[in-house]
């Protein structure tokens, strides 16, 4: 069982569904106060709400990641709403819908997919840790994915190059911070079917994609999460710089 968070104010950037809805749930359900960051508002609305009717503390806030003035506004809210932050979890990502292949990628592709992966962590980490320095304690998990250990099953290019950066940024803030008290580690997530979209592949591509991942399936949103909570916890006091993949085996190292 992993320690209690009670006493603990986390921030979720990308909360509104997926992997950063399921983390927001797990660490209210451990006692976390919880700050849901997005730019979606319907999906953070219902996260907000799911939470607390289980019983959890929450706010929504709508944070567009790679602008430093919302950054700096959401913290202030999160402080005022629930405490000092001293969890930190940037899930925000993706691919932006950038077209896969260096044909057809653009200057603005690239700065729009390396910034919501790249910019979005530097900048909520940037705001953050003066208080988890004067508090003592800290953790930041950056999301991260096989993407940025190996290749892009998309073909995305700024999106393997901006989950490599990110891994790079998480080893070196670690160095920095754990003197501090401050652990600095990733989750990297396998082929998590978060949007349903699974059921949409064809039998051929599900095979061809199962005979790679180990545990012949695909992942769930909640296993991720619960790699988070136990980053998050007292557990992992003694992790620092790591990337720990949850892909069922998809990659080995």
Known sequence: MVKSLEG??????????????????ILADRGAAVACWDIQEEGLKRTA?????????TFGFMVDVTESSQVQQAVKQTVDALGVIDILVNNAGGTMDVPPG???????GWDKVVSLNMRGPFLTCKAVVGMMKEKG???????????????SRSGVIPYAAGKAGLLGFTRQLAVELAPHGINVNSVSPGLIDTHGYWAKWSSERKHDTLITIANERVGQAEE???????MASDDSSYIVGQCLSVD????MF
Request: charged letters at 20%.
């Open 8 to 25: 603990h104010v986390a921030v979720v950037t990308g909360a509104a569904k997926g992997i950063g809805k399921a983390t927001a749930q």
């Open 248 to 251: 069922g085996g998809h990659w």
């Open 102 to 108: 260096i044909d057809d990628l653009t200057e603005e």
């Open 224 to 230: 991720v999460a619960g790699v988070v909570a136990f």
């Open 137 to 151: 304690w800290g953790r930041i998990i950056n999301i991260a994915s096989g993407a940025g250990r190996s290749h």
């Open 49 to 57: 709400e799911e939470i607390n009717a289980s019983g959890g503390k």
